[in-house]
C-alpha cells in the first residue's frame, strides 16, 4: 500500500485550571512586580481553562480547554485556539467550538485531531451529553482552505461513539480519543481511555472505513488490571535507528510503538516501548515494561494528561504536557491564573530501544540572549561558583559534569529502591561522597530561598547486575519559597547513565514559577513549579553546587539569557452559547 502523506496530530485537552484576568505585557524578561510567577516563553491561553498542538498547511495550532466565563470547570468548556509559525510565540484565535448538540451539551472535553489523505483535518472529542455521559463527536473545518482553521462544524450524526455498558463500560469513564491510524485493511483505528469497575484499564479500540462510522472492537487495543482509568492515552510509532519522527501509521521493522496512559489514581503520565500485531489489533509491550504504575513515566515532577503530534515539516514527534500550580486555589486566584504547558519537547527512541528521550525544541534558540561559557572549572567540595551574565529567573542552562573519584561514592541503602523518596530526605541531610552536585536556582540574595536540581551517584549493591553505578537525579522544592503552604515535594529518578564511561549532563530551563530540567541528555526529565518570594527578577541568582565530600568537574557551561515568547497578547472574544 503507497505510503500516504499526512500528518498525524494530537490535540489533548488537559483537565487544566488557566485564568487570569487581563493579559499581561511579556516584553521584557522581568515580569510585572504584581505577575512575578507569569511565565516569559511557556504557552498561557489568553483567558480561564487550557493543548494539544498540530501543524496544517505550515501553521501550527494549539487548542485547549477554555472555560470563558468562570475561574472554575463548568458545562460551558469549549476547546480554544491559538496559532503559531514557530512554536514559541502564539496568536490567539476565536474559541475552535462551543456546547451546541445534545452530545456535548454539558461540556466539550480531550481530544485528538488526524488529518485525513485529502489533506482535510478532523477532530475527535469526548463531550458531556444530556445524561452526563461521556461521548466521542466529530468536528470538521468550515473551510479547508484556510491555513488558520478560524471555523468548524459539528455533522448531525453525532455522538459517533456512545459507552458500552454491555461490554462494561462506565458511561463516566469513557473519553480521551487519540489521533487515528490507518490499519493494514485501510481502516481507521482510535483508541478511547477507560476502566472497569473492577479498575482495568483499558485502551479500547475502535475501526471505521470513512472515519465517521465507527465499530468497537472484540478486543482493546491493550489492557492492564488494577491500573484505574486510562486518561489521555496516546499511541504512536517511534523509529528504531535515529531520532527522526514518523507519521502515526508507520509501521514494520524499522519502527516500534509506544503507548502512553495518563493514570487517573496517581496523577502521572507512563509509557511502555512494544510491538503492535496488525494483523490482530493488539499491543504488546516488550518485556520488562508493564503499562503500570512501574512503568518509565515522561516527566518525574508537575507534568500530566500528555499529547503528541508528528510534526511532518521537519520530521520529529514533539511532546506537550500541563503543568498545574504547586501553591493553593487561594493564592490562584489572587494572582489571577493558574495551569500552563511545558515547553514543547522533541521525542525519539534512545539506541538500546529501551528508553524514550526528550529535549526542548530547536526554536528554544531564536529567544536566546546573553551567553556565558565555562570550561574545565572545578567544583570543590562543599562549595558552589555562581554564574554571572545571565537572566537568573529566565534563562537555559546546559552543563556538563564529570566526576573522577567514583570509587569514593557510597554504597547504596538496599531499601532505597524509591528515588523520590531519596529525594525527599532534605538537602541539608543527604551530604555524601559523591553529590549532590548540580544547579541553585531561583536563589534570593541571602540564600534563605532556592531550588536544587542534582545529581547523586552511589555504588550500586546488585550482585546480580553489571551495573556498578547508580545515579539520582532530584528536583529539590523543600527551601523554593517561603510561603509553606505551597506543596514543596521533592521529585527525582533514576538515571541510566554509567558514569565511569559518560559524562552527565544537566539542561535545565528557568521560567519564573517553572523550573524544567533534563538529565542525562534527556533520559530523565523533572519538571517543578516553585513560587519565591524573595528570588524574583533581579533578585534571583543562579549558581553551579556540589555539597558532596569529592571535588566535581565542569567540563563545559553555558547558559543564556531567554527573552520573552509573545503569547496570546490579543484579547479573545467569547463565543456564544446558548
Known amino acids: 500500500m503507497a505510503k500516504l502523506k499526512f500528518s498525524n496530530i494530537v490535540l489533548s485537552l488537559l483537565l487544566s485550571l488557566l485564568l487570569f484576568n487581563f493579559i499581561i505585557d511579556l516584553e521584557a524578561s522581568y515580569q510585572d512586580l504584581n505577575q512575578p510567577y507569569r511565565t516569559g516563553y511557556h504557552f498561557q491561553p489568553p483567558k480561564n481553562w487550557m493543548n494539544g498542538p498540530m501543524i496544517y498547511k505550515g501553521i501550527y495550532h494549539l487548542f485547549y480547554q477554555y472555560n470563558p466565563y468562570g475561574a472554575v470547570w463548568d458545562a460551558r468548556i469549549v476547546w480554544g485556539h491559538s496559532t503559531s509559525v514557530d512554536l514559541v510565540n502564539w496568536t490567539p484565535q476565536p474559541p475552535a467550538f462551543s456546547p451546541s448538540q445534545p452530545s456535548d451539551i454539558n461540556g466539550c472535553w480531550s481530544g ?102 465507527w465499530t468497537q472492537s472484540i478486543k482493546p487495543l491493550h489492557y492492564q488490571d488494577l491500573t484505574g482509568m486510562w486518561e489521555c492515552p496516546d499511541f504512536f510509532p517511534v523509529s528504531r535507528t535515529g531520532s527522526d519522527g514518523v507519521e502515526t501509521s508507520s509501521f514494520g521493522g524499522d519502527v516500534k510503538h509506544v503507548l502512553k496512559v495518563s493514570l487517573f489514581e496517581t496523577l502521572h503520565d507512563y509509557y511502555t516501548i512494544g510491538s503492535y500485531d496488525r494483523e490482530k489489533d493488539v499491543y504488546v509491550p516488550d518485556l520488562g515494561f508493564v503499562q503500570n504504575g512501574s512503568a518509565p513515566r515522561l516527566d518525574y515532577g508537575k507534568f500530566y494528561a500528555s499529547k503528541t503530534f508528528f510534526d511532518d515539516v521537519k520530521k520529529r514527534r514533539i511532546l506537550w504536557g500541563w503543568v498545574n500550580e504547586s501553591s493553593p486555589a487561594k493564592d490562584d486566584i489572587e494572582k489571577g491564573w493558574s495551569g500552563l504547558q511545558s515547553f514543547p519537547r522533541k521525542m525519539w527512541l534512545d539506541e538500546s530501544g529501551k528508553e524514550l528521550l526528550q529535549w526542548p525544541i530547536e526554536e528554544i534558540e531564536t529567544l536566546r540572549g546573553t551567553q556565558v561559557n565555562w570550561h574545565n572549572k572545578v567544583i570543590k567540595a562543599e562549595s558552589s561558583l555562581q554564574i554571572h551574565g545571565v537572566t537568573p529567573a529566565q534563562a537555559d542552562v546546559d552543563v556538563m559534569f564529570k566526576v573522577k573519584d567514583l570509587e569514593k561514592a557510597d554504597v547504596i541503602e538496599p531499601s532505597w529502591t524509591d528515588p523520590q523518596k531519596i529525594c525527599s530526605q532534605g538537602d541539608l541531610l543527604v551530604k555524601s561522597g559523591i553529590g549532590p552536585f548540580g544547579l541553585m536556582v531561583l536563589t534570593s540574595n541571602d540564600m534563605e530561598e532556592y531550588t536544587l536540581v542534582y545529581f547523586r551517584i552511589f555504588k550500586s549493591n546488585d550482585t546480580n547486575t553489571n551495573t556498578k553505578y547508580v545515579v539520582l537525579m532530584c528536583s529539590d522544592q523543600s527551601r523554593s519559597s517561603l510561603n509553606e503552604e505551597n506543596d514543596k515535594a521533592a521529585f527525582g529518578a533514576f538515571v541510566a547513565i554509567d558514569p565511569s564511561h559518560q559524562t552527565l549532563s544537566l539542561r535545565t530551563l528557568i521560567d519564573h514559577s517553572i523550573v524544567e530540567s533534563y538529565g542525562g541528555g534527556g533520559r530523565v526529565c523533572i519538571t517543578s513549579r516553585v513560587y519565591p518570594k524573595l528570588a524574583i527578577g533581579e533578585n534571583a541568582n543562579l549558581f553551579v553546587f556540589n555539597k558532596g565530600t569529592q571535588s566535581v568537574d565542569v567540563l563545559s557551561l553555558s547558559a543564556w539569557s531567554l527573552k520573552s515568547a509573545q503569547i496570546n497578547k490579543e484579547s479573545m472574544s467569547l463565543p456564544f452559547i446558548e
Do not use: C
Not at 459539528?154 to 455498558?165: E, Q, R, S, W
Not at 458511561?171 to 478511547?192: C, M, N, Q
Open 112 to 213: 485528538s485531531v488526524t488529518i485525513l489523505p485529502n489533506d482535510t483535518p478532523v477532530i475527535l472529542y469526548t463531550g458531556i451529553d444530556q445524561n452526563k455521559s461521556q461521548v466521542q463527536n466529530v468536528v470538521v473545518p468550515v473551510n479547508v482552505s484556510d491555513p488558520f482553521l478560524i471555523e468548524w462544524s459539528k455533522p448531525p450524526l453525532n455522538p459517533l461513539m456512545v459507552p458500552n455498558a454491555v461490554n462494561g463500560i462506565n458511561p463516566t469513564r469513557f473519553r480521551d480519543p487519540t489521533t487515528a491510524w490507518l490499519g493494514h485493511d485501510g481502516e481507521w483505528r482510535v483508541i478511547v481511555g477507560s476502566s472497569t469497575d473492577d479498575r482495568r484499564g483499558l485502551a479500547i479500540l475502535y475501526k471505521s472505513r470513512d472515519f465517521f462510522n
